[in-house]
């Protein structure tokens, strides 16, 4: 078994005490972080628990192919008592959006996530260094004995494929795909879901690509690239850049500076080496996995570029020395 007898038992504790649940995951939510809620939703209610997904973000299209989207709350659900949250897919809970609403010290918190800097912030942890929660709600709900319907099958499927980069990453594991297999049995379509997630796309998304190409960097040298997208273009496009630029080959690091605000830039990163962009992400209150990970920065996109580039530059070089 996955997951140890003691979380299953830590998490029942709490669930026998619990009524009603509200589910958060982090901001700017992926289809691993929705998908899992759901996944999660659906569950929870067959359970027979009054649940609430929560996501202070209007969800966009891509999201709308995960069964019972529509149910998730944007507006806080202030009238909604809840006696339990679950934080899904975020390492911090500075990382869910709106976060101070809830109110943690009458809340019992169960933090289920899979980035290896978690900061254990719950009453309960489950934190496993795994492709992503779509995988760890899987063996979950299995240690659980809990059944997985076609829609919680979908969701999961979903949330794996996406968090694994369609089953091809580093962070894919014979037991992922043993995991892809069974969903794909209990109901999940995997060709559907496939069409949902990459043949779905906007002429915004390719404008986004466009844009992309033309602000593309490469900084041969130091094995860096990178693309920059200006003035908020772009936020609202559902492509991840960052998985258009890590198809270039011979860098050691990836990255792209997203503007979403005037003075708030999203970082993305991609180690393509041995180099530990987790370590580094840290350096500048970001965070995630050894080859993957993201930094907001309270700066114009300018200063963020050069002070990131700057630093990068520096640690790949003293790597090179040592
Ligand atoms: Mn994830």
Same mark, same amino acid.
């Given at each position: 078994?996955?997951?140890s007898?003691? #979380?299953l038992?830590?998490?029942?504790?709490?669930?026998?005490? /619990?009524?009603?649940?509200?589910? %958060?995951t982090?901001?700017f939510?992926?289809?691993d972080?929705i998908g899992?809620?759901l996944?999660?939703?659906?569950?929870?209610?067959?359970?027979?628990?009054?649940?609430k %997904?929560?996501? $202070?973000?209007?969800?966009?299209?891509?999201?709308?192919?995960?069964? /019972?989207v529509?149910?998730v709350?944007?507006?806080?659900?202030?009238?909604?008592? !809840?006696?339990?949250?679950? %934080?899904?897919? *975020?390492?911090?809970?500075?990382?869910?959006?709106?976060?101070?609403?809830?109110?943690v010290?009458?809340?019992t918190?169960?933090?289920?996530?899979?980035?290896?800097?978690?900061?254990? =912030? &719950?009453?309960a942890n489950? %934190?496993l260094?795994?492709?992503s929660v &779509?995988?760890l709600? !899987?063996?979950l709900f299995?240690?659980?004995?809990?059944?997985?319907?076609?829609e919680?099958?979908?969701?999961l499927y $979903?949330a794996?494929s996406?968090d694994?980069?369609? =089953? *091809? #990453?580093?962070?894919?594991?014979?037991i992922?795909?043993?995991a892809a297999?069974?969903?794909v049995?209990?109901?999940?379509?995997?060709?559907?879901?496939?069409?949902?997630?990459d043949?779905?796309?906007?002429?915004?998304?390719?404008?986004?690509?466009k844009l992309?190409?033309?602000?593309?960097?490469?900084l041969?040298?130091?094995?860096? $690239? !990178?693309?920059k997208?200006?003035?908020q273009r772009?936020t609202d496009?559902?492509?991840?850049?960052?998985?258009?630029?890590r198809?270039?080959?011979? #860098?050691?690091v990836v990255? +792209?500076f997203q503007?979403?605000?005037?003075?708030?830039v999203k970082?993305?990163?991609?180690s393509?080496?041995? =180099?530990? +962009?987790?370590?580094?992400?840290?350096?500048?209150?970001g965070?995630?996995?050894?080859?993957?990970?993201?930094?907001?920065?309270?700066?114009t996109? +300018?200063?963020a570029?050069?002070m990131i580039?700057?630093?990068?530059?520096?640690?790949l070089?003293s790597?090179?020395?040592?």
């Amino acid at each position: 078994m996955l997951i140890s007898p003691d #979380y299953l038992a830590d998490i029942q504790d709490h669930l026998s005490r /619990a009524k009603k649940i509200l589910i %958060v995951t982090h901001e700017f939510p992926d289809i691993d972080a929705i998908g899992s809620s759901l996944a999660l939703y659906h569950q929870l209610l067959k359970q027979g628990y009054q649940v609430k %997904v929560w996501s $202070a973000q209007p969800l966009n299209h891509i999201f709308s192919f995960l069964p /019972a989207v529509h149910n998730v709350v944007n507006d806080y659900p202030r009238d909604y008592e !809840y006696d339990t949250v679950f %934080v899904l897919d *975020a390492s911090h809970f500075s990382r869910v959006r709106h976060n101070h609403k809830i109110p943690v010290d009458e809340k019992t918190i169960i933090n289920i996530d899979h980035h290896s800097d978690n900061s254990h =912030f &719950g009453d309960a942890n489950l %934190v496993l260094d795994i492709s992503s929660v &779509g995988e760890l709600l !899987y063996h979950l709900f299995k240690g659980m004995y809990w059944d997985i319907t076609k829609e919680i099958a979908t969701c999961l499927y $979903a949330a794996i494929s996406f968090d694994t980069g369609r =089953f *091809a #990453y580093s962070n894919t594991t014979a037991i992922t795909l043993a995991a892809a297999s069974d969903l794909v049995t209990l109901g999940a379509s995997s060709y559907k879901i496939f069409q949902e997630m990459d043949e779905n796309k906007k002429k915004a998304d390719f404008d986004l690509m466009k844009l992309g190409f033309e602000n593309c960097i490469t900084l041969d040298e130091h094995g860096i $690239a !990178y693309m920059k997208i200006p003035s908020q273009r772009g936020t609202d496009s559902t492509i991840k850049l960052i998985d258009v630029i890590r198809q270039l080959s011979g #860098y050691k690091v990836v990255l +792209v500076f997203q503007e979403v605000d005037k003075k708030k830039v999203k970082v993305n990163l991609r180690s393509k080496s041995t =180099f530990d +962009v987790s370590a580094f992400a840290q350096r500048f209150g970001g965070g995630g996995h050894i080859m993957a990970s993201g930094i907001f920065m309270e700066e114009t996109i +300018v200063d963020a570029e050069k002070m990131i580039i700057d630093a990068l530059k520096e640690e790949l070089e003293s790597k090179r020395e040592s």
